[in-house]
Every structure is written in C-alpha cells, then in structure tokens.
C-alpha cells in the first residue's frame, strides 16, 4: 500500500537546515510518499542528495525527487508584486514530491505534466 | 546557503587574481558523457586521454583533474584547469549493475564508490569557475538532477555551458535541450566523433571570458 504524506509549509518552514533534512530523510526511510507545499529549493534538494547518498545500503537505495517551482518564471510585475506580499505571509508557491527509490521507481516530468510511477510490487505465486 | 559576500569574492577572484587558471568542471547525470568530452578535449590539446569510459553507468567515481589545458580559438587562448567528475544521481542500487555481468560483489563496491563520488561532485561544486553541464541529448532533458545541478550553478553565479552530447544519434533532440534551459547558452556535440567541437571551444570563449 502506497502512503502519501502531505508536508504543509508551516510544518517545516521554521525548522532549520539540519532539522528539516533529518525530518525528510526520516520520513521517507519510512516508506513514505512526501509532497512539500512551497517546494525545496535547488540548494536543498543538492543538500538532500548528498545526504541520502551518505545512507545507501542494502534496504534504502536513494531516492526519487521532482519539484515544481516558480523560481526563476518568467512573470508579469502584478504577478511578481502578489506573489512578494504572499510570501511576505508565509506562504511559499511551488511542491516538492519525494519518494524512497524503493517504492517510487522514476517521476516522470515535461513541461506540463508531473507522472509517477511507483514499483509494482506483486506477490510472488507460491 | 549561497553566500552574497562569498559570491561577490569568488567573482573578483575570477576577474583579477585566477584567470590565467580557472577551474573548468564537467557536470551531468551518469553515462552522459562526460569523460568522454573530458578526454576529447585532452586528446585535442594535449595529445592524451586523462579519463576512463565505459557502458557501465558510474565509471567515473573519483574526481579527476588535468592541469594547465590551453585551447586556442581566432588568436585567443584560454588555460584551464578540467575537471571530470562522478555523475550525480539520487539512487545507487547495486543490482543495476549486475545486468552489465559484473559479480554481486563488484556490484556492491561499485555502488559503494558511486555513492561516494556523487557526494564528492557535491562538494566541488563550490571551487569551479566555470562549468560545462554534459546532458545526453536522446534523453528527456527536464530530469530533476538537470533542474537541481543548473539550480545550483545559478544560485552560485557560477558561468554554464551546456552541452548536448551524443547527436549523432538518431533520437538525439537538441531542440528539446535549449528549450529546456533557454537561459543558458547549449551546443550540440558527440565527443565520441568529435562533431561540432570548433562551435563548441567558441562557446566555452564565450562563456569564460
């Protein structure tokens, strides 16, 4: 069974650095589906790799990342003007999905879809 | 974090004490491509291979360094430091390894290895100058690892040219590349055959200098 788990912004936005990826990384060795609202920046999702790359073993083998971003969009000034006094509120645009490449075996992503495909764990016939 | 001081440092090092021997870095997925164009440049300008390639994702696991590389394009010359280094991927499973033949424990030290090089690509991301992003160009260019590696280098103010290797394959869409990250400058190359390696020294001038 797939358990998807949905971080909201106010959940993590206080934690620090270190806090926050220990938080992740727990979550997702536990078998876990995350979807961030606000996203992680490039500089974090760099932290987290590298992270998750110093715990490969023979159970957890890294993981499967995609994060949607407004970052650097191209905007209108009225768009650019809204999304500062949001932000100036807390709120963050953008998500991040995470998943263990356990469970989650690739998200696919173009321009204007998000796709994932999970591991077709079936069991084995006696 | 990036740092603003750090970077505005880093920016008048580059422009008045370390030019003469900047640090150029090859970055990507694994099997992009990347030694390949690292010992196509060497074998271009120094007569001699500095990386070995394989079909075996993960060849690389070390960073590897050639000092002191001059290329020449219209009079100028430009001396650089290459460095290839480990693909960056977010998964390493051994098992992937053994459809190459190799024994389960071969599969585990190569995993291990792997995961190690990643870590060490990470952390020279900091010390490059400049840095060519190697993507294979019949495969889908909006990966996550793409968009986090170019994330970063932005966030750094760090100089990228990327380079959309193997189009001397049928599949190979350079199209699909530049759109991807129109922001930055891209050229088409196969570093195995060596094509389009004159437009591809004239953009790293441009990029550079």
């Given at each position: 069974?797939?358990?998807?788990q949905?971080?909201?912004?106010?959940?993590?936005?206080?934690?620090?650095?270190?806090?926050?990826?220990?938080?992740?990384?727990?979550?997702?060795?536990?078998?876990?589906?995350?979807?961030?609202?606000g996203?992680?920046?490039?500089?974090?999702?760099?932290?987290?790799?590298?992270?998750?790359?110093?715990?490969?073993?023979?159970?957890?083998?890294?993981?499967?990342?995609?994060?949607?971003?407004?970052?650097?969009?191209?905007?209108?000034?009225?768009?650019?003007?809204?999304?500062?006094?949001?932000?100036?509120?807390?709120?963050?645009?953008?998500?991040?999905?995470?998943?263990?490449?356990?469970?989650?075996?690739?998200?696919?992503?173009?321009?204007?879809?998000?796709?994932?495909?999970a591991?077709?764990?079936?069991?084995?016939k006696? | 974090?990036?740092?603003?001081?750090?970077?505005?440092?880093?920016?008048?090092?580059?422009l008045?004490?370390?030019?003469?021997?900047?640090?150029?870095?090859?970055?990507?997925?694994?099997?992009?491509?990347?030694?390949?164009?690292?010992?196509?440049?060497?074998?271009?300008?120094?007569?001699?291979?500095?990386?070995?390639?394989?079909?075996?994702?993960?060849?690389?696991?070390?960073?590897?360094?050639?000092?002191?590389?001059?290329v020449?394009?219209?009079?100028?010359k430009?001396?650089?430091?290459?460095?290839?280094?480990?693909?960056?991927?977010?998964?390493?499973?051994?098992?992937?390894?053994?459809?190459?033949?190799?024994?389960?424990?071969?599969?585990?030290?190569?995993?291990?290895?792997?995961?190690?090089?990643?870590?060490?690509?990470?952390?020279?991301?900091?010390?490059?100058d400049?840095?060519?992003v190697?993507?294979?160009?019949?495969?889908?260019?909006?990966?996550?690892?793409?968009?986090?590696?170019?994330?970063?280098?932005?966030?750094?103010?760090?100089?990228?040219?990327?380079?959309?290797?193997?189009?001397?394959?049928?599949?190979?869409?350079?199209?699909?590349?530049?759109?991807?990250?129109?922001?930055?400058?891209?050229?088409?190359?196969?570093?195995?055959?060596?094509?389009?390696?004159?437009?591809?020294?004239?953009?790293?001038f441009?990029?550079?200098?």
């Open positions: 069974m797939l358990t998807l949905f971080i909201p912004n106010t959940e993590i936005a206080n934690l620090d650095q270190e806090s926050k990826l220990r938080k992740l990384i727990s979550l997702i060795k536990s078998d876990r589906i995350l979807v961030l609202e996203g992680l920046s490039s500089y974090e999702e760099m932290q987290l790799i590298e992270r998750t790359m110093e715990q490969i073993n023979k159970e957890f083998r890294g993981i499967e990342i995609c994060t949607v971003s407004s970052e650097k969009r191209k905007t209108e000034f009225s768009t650019k003007i809204k999304e500062a006094i949001l932000k100036a509120f807390g709120y963050k645009s953008g998500l991040t999905i995470i998943g263990p490449a356990s469970i989650v075996k690739e998200i696919r992503r173009d321009p204007t879809k998000i796709e994932l495909f591991v077709n764990k079936r069991p084995r006696k | 974090m990036p740092n603003p001081f750090k970077d505005f440092f880093d920016f008048l090092t580059r008045f004490l370390n030019k003469k021997h900047i640090k150029i870095g090859l970055y990507g997925p694994t099997n992009s491509g990347k030694s390949t164009l690292a010992n196509r440049i060497t074998k271009d300008w120094l007569g001699e291979e500095m990386s070995s390639v394989s079909r075996i994702p993960h060849e690389t696991r070390e960073i590897i360094q050639k000092e002191k590389i001059t020449q394009h219209n009079g100028k430009l001396t650089f430091n290459l460095v290839d280094t480990p693909g960056i991927a977010t998964k390493i499973d051994y098992e992937d390894f053994l459809k190459y033949k190799l024994s389960v424990k071969e599969a585990r030290e190569r995993a291990k290895e792997a995961t190690k090089g990643v870590i060490e690509s990470i952390k020279w991301l900091d010390s490059m400049c840095v060519i190697v993507l294979d160009s019949t495969i889908n260019p909006y990966s996550q690892v793409n968009i986090t590696i170019i994330g970063n280098l932005a966030a750094r103010k760090i100089p990228v040219l990327i380079a959309a290797n193997k189009i001397d394959l049928k599949k190979s869409d350079l199209k699909k590349v530049e759109a991807a990250f129109p922001q930055y400058k891209s050229v088409g190359i196969s570093a195995e055959y060596g094509h389009n390696m004159d437009d591809f020294y004239k953009m790293l441009k990029v550079v200098k």
